[in-house]
């Protein structure tokens, strides 16, 4: 903690404060002025766009509707079950059609008379999720039940529905694949992004997952826009599933929306670390791919896949003075 | 932007909104309805589980504990700190006691006389957890010390309790690690996955880690369960100590709690990416492991392990355009 | 769910109850006597330090002013924008001026007197800070749009600022650098720290990035203190930015503040896994490196590099029965 000696307490602070507050409306103007110069990071509000704060706040009351009891109201029994998951369903219903409603304005903005379309598609498009409830939920119960028997330091299924950071990126990864597939922009995205950023686990929601889906700790991985998965697949922590370089058009813009990502058929296990790239890579049912694999090719059904370990160098019995020169990396 | 023209504007949007808002009461009955069929997801309430919430909540209290000053209330001096940190042990004491509880309870919910006993358990384990603060305190200042002494850009001991998620993940470590050792059900992996989820660091309570700990940076870090960690040691972002593949029992049932994780002695270093796999593998005493080796055999004390790094293709001087082509991946 | 027959019920909970919160006082004076012996973990308040939760909440206020409508109020329209953003403005300037005074205080606690000369200080370098805003937007304009012309998932550039973790980790990496430059301790790291947490992106607020900054995924990025980054560079996932082994001086002690982090030139491409190490070592423009490579070299200008694929070894048609023994790991 060294000292400034070259600050000088020589004035007073109140004189100064008062001049600094009278430069911010100048400081305000040129703010305002920038709204101006830079137009694409500000957003017009003739059509609101989506709350990300209203966006997670669905995402905890479908939490409470998809686990009852887990999240939320604790004192949920079979006497007021019925009332409670029937406020929650409302206002899932009232939020999500408010925010796919802006969703969709966002995307037909350029025109002005849609607005009271937007409003009832809106509630249409909630209104058809929220009927999947209980599809998705049979769905869930199975990937939980995978992870739960696929990892031996699991206690109770409850504990995977509390804490592990893998169920909670399929439960929103699910629930958002339904609201894309419905073909509502944006909110999707969102939804995922936030479960990015909770648990370290980045699946878009364009990809197609089947059952019984299972990550176990999961920071790191990656499951890119079109990647197919099948059912009973189980990938660890930093796992790719990517693309391999993008075609461009004429004009050398990207070309969007093309199958970039794998395909991973039924019952394939991938280990930590690899990475599987490339739309035409199709990983054979039942396969397994080894930890730290770089596949950029197809793999047959029932293949294991293993990387030939690198090489090690061992220099034995070094002092603790030498440890400071070892030349291995450090930040 | 596209407009989406097979929208025609003809009807309003009121109408349709009492329509839609009408399948309510049914889409409830249905989601209910799916409770009874898909019950594994649901928790009932007779013996209420513990709150995530309430949990995390703790954890900032115990913190304010550990580290007065520095979170939650600032305008602590020597005239209030007693009042101050009297307020939050009794907080802490109130709420740790309840999630005890709660938790224990979850454990035996199968019978119903256990209630007013698992009351009074509670009380008892978060009184005795609360004893070992000062000696947790003990701990956590030789960590904060032990990554100040190996971090040239930590400038202070103060930005690395504010700031250094590794400190973050290692304080949340050691109070769940205790909660652990006391035979505590699911409340401590909920503690730890919190952390997980704020540091990108992934410490099973159940793991043994000696003083001074460090972890630099620290983001895809997994310690399993059954790891042993000795005194001084350091690792950085990435590095993996885990299960090679798990023993099943005659039914093909996963077999749970033995050792599965390696042992690291005192004074190891582990650099970024490296992944260390199997109960039986020890690495001995001041060992160097380099980044990304992956070991799944032990090592004598005071060895250097590093990988022969994977040769390298240089093609030069290649030209703008050809950048589009190299091949190389992009999710 | 096991019994734990072991406990009998035979005492009420209530007298236990009593008994156990009387030891109360005892324990929060062996916590409070704690704090005597274990110093380094207390913070005294005759200088109040930063508030992280302020800090946070002033990067709120700056992502509202940055991109006005994005978050934050959702009904701003040119009739308001100008009260709307002023309120803002006015908000940073008063907290940000607090938490500045606190840090520098902070540095410089070892005098009394400095304290006015601290106040006027804080407003001083925030008022600094604000006039940069315009300029700062400029840049994170480019940063955008840098993104979508490089990722083919995305959809528009409001999704990109909605959503895209790798554009958060930029925009608080921008502010926290400004302030660094302005010399300003703890506060820039704490913003920085904030944003690993959200993103798994570890940029130190004093690595120098030029225009046009691309992280795609980013989880896993670390950027080290003393980094150069030219414009047009885009990193993926996973990639690291770090040191070689650190000096130390005559004492033992870490020689902090030196050049230890690589220099990456204009129009570099990094892609996911890539480590680059050490304080010497150059990636010249356009240059490309593949994923996974470990560099610890310079490498030219307009140079490809990509790792020789670690030889993969495979083994057909494995039953299912076997998948169990593959001896590949899991944690």
């Avoid at 929103?172 to 597939?181: K, P, S, T």
């Avoid at 790239?277 to 199709?282: K, W």
């Avoid at 220099?315 to 440890?323: E, F, L, Q, T, Y």
Wanted: hydrophobic share 35%; glycine share 10%; net charge neutral.
């Amino acid at each position: 903690m060294k000292k400034t000696p070259d600050i000088q307490p020589t004035e007073s602070a109140a004189p100064q404060e008062k001049e600094l507050r009278h430069e911010l409306p100048h400081v305000v103007n040129e703010i305002v002025k920038s709204y101006k110069k830079v137009k694409q990071l500000s957003y017009s509000s003739q059509y609101p766009i989506p709350s990300r704060e209203s966006i997670i706040q669905a995402l905890h009351d479908m939490n409470e509707i998809l686990y009852p009891g887990y999240h939320g109201h604790q004192g949920v029994d079979e006497s007021n079950l019925h009332f409670h998951i029937g406020e929650a369903t409302h206002r899932v219903f009232e939020d999500l059609s408010i925010q796919i409603s802006k969703s969709l304005r966002h995307e037909c903005r350029s025109s002005n008379r849609l607005c009271d379309v937007c409003t009832g598609l809106g509630q249409e498009e909630a209104m058809k999720f929220l009927k999947k409830i209980p599809k998705l939920r049979e769905m869930l119960a199975e990937d939980a039940q995978a992870i739960y028997d696929g990892d031996p330091a699991a206690k109770s299924i409850e504990e995977i529905i509390f804490s592990y950071p893998g169920f909670k990126a399929i439960t929103v990864y699910r629930i958002a694949h339904e609201l894309h597939v419905q073909g509502i922009p944006l909110l999707p995205r969102i939804m995922t992004e936030y479960a990015h950023a909770v648990t370290g686990i980045d699946i878009h929601p364009g990809a197609k997952i089947g059952r019984r889906f299972c990550i176990d700790h999961g920071t790191g991985v990656v499951i890119g826009e079109t990647t197919e998965i099948g059912n009973n697949v189980k990938l660890y922590q930093g796992v790719t599933l990517g693309a391999l370089s993008f075609p461009r058009d004429a004009n050398g813009n990207l070309v969007r929306g093309k199958k970039r990502h794998p395909t991973i058929e039924d019952d394939v296990t991938i280990y930590a670390g690899a990475t599987i790239l490339g739309g035409e890579t199709r990983i054979g049912k039942g396969a397994v791919i080894g930890g730290n694999a770089w596949l950029t090719t197809s793999v047959g059904p029932g293949t294991k896949v293993i990387i030939e370990a690198p090489k090690l160098r061992y220099k034995g019995a070094i002092s603790a003075k030498d440890r400071e020169h070892v030349g291995d990396f450090q930040i």
